[in-house]
């Protein structure tokens, strides 16, 4: 139900990962993949996506893995807003990370929001709102298909829980997923979402896809948590 053989989140030395496009490609098939994405990180500052998606097109002719062209940018805010650059060549997807906490105005760092929370200035409850809802709604501003990577990573590094989220929460992020044809990663680096996210979205019908989120061409496609996570959602 969730396709190990496509890879939907890798990192080449484009931005902070070990190795060139290249040697992600040629690992993607060492793996027996049919399907890698590519998905480097952005910001809106970011200048070189233009020669990246033109490199990653060109590779598609070269190999005979499906390679799909991503970027990964961070939910920014409240209302949702992507650090994505304005002038967006032609993505196949965007990965909507939780890097940092979508505050009122702008991001804020998890040590910080820890710090927050154990000195009472904010509320757990409100925290998880907020997140739920600026991920929503981050789903409905991407201008491109969009996933949901490691969702609910931010949450052990904020004190928090994803076991903290209620029924309400989940069924907001399926509600939002289903409007805008989002799907919902399974990371392998973060080992998140966890099983009780999982099978609730897939339940609800939610399509759930698989990211390794590999820093190094030796990761892409190497599954552990995957398989586990896949055998409770049934
Ligand atoms: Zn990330
Ligand atoms: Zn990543």
């Not at 098939?29 to 590519?38: E, F, I, K, V």
């Not at 399974?186 to 896809?209: D, F, I, M, Q, Y």
Request: with cysteine.
């Amino acid at each position: 139900m969730i396709d190990p053989g496509a890879d939907w989140h890798t990192h080449s030395s484009t931005t902070d990962g070990q190795d060139p496009l290249i040697a992600m490609v040629i690992a993607g098939a060492a793996a027996g993949l049919h399907t890698l994405g590519l998905s480097d990180h952005v910001r809106a500052s970011t200048t070189w996506l233009p020669d990246y998606v033109r490199e990653v097109r060109t590779l598609a002719g070269r190999t005979p893995l499906t390679l799909r062209c991503g970027v990964e940018a961070k939910i920014l805010d409240r209302a949702g807003r992507l650090d994505l650059p304005d002038d967006l060549p032609e993505l196949d997807y965007v990965l909507v990370a939780d890097h940092q906490f979508p505050g009122e105005d702008g991001p804020v760092h998890p040590d910080r929001v820890r710090a927050l929370l154990e000195d009472g200035t904010w509320d757990a409850a409100d925290c998880l709102d907020q997140l739920v809802t600026a991920t929503a709604l981050a789903l409905a501003a991407s201008p491109v298909p969009p996933v949901l990577a490691h969702l609910f990573s931010l949450l052990p590094k904020c004190g928090l829980d994803e076991e903290q989220l209620d029924d309400q929460h989940l069924d907001a992020l399926a509600d939002a997923c289903l409007a805008t044809g989002g799907w919902v990663e399974v990371n392998e680096k973060w080992r998140c979402p966890g099983a009780r996210t999982l099978r609730h979205l897939h339940r609800r019908g939610v399509t759930l896809s698989a990211g390794s989120d590999a820093h190094r061409a030796a990761d892409v496609g190497r599954w552990a948590y995957l398989p586990l996570v896949s055998a409770e959602l049934t």
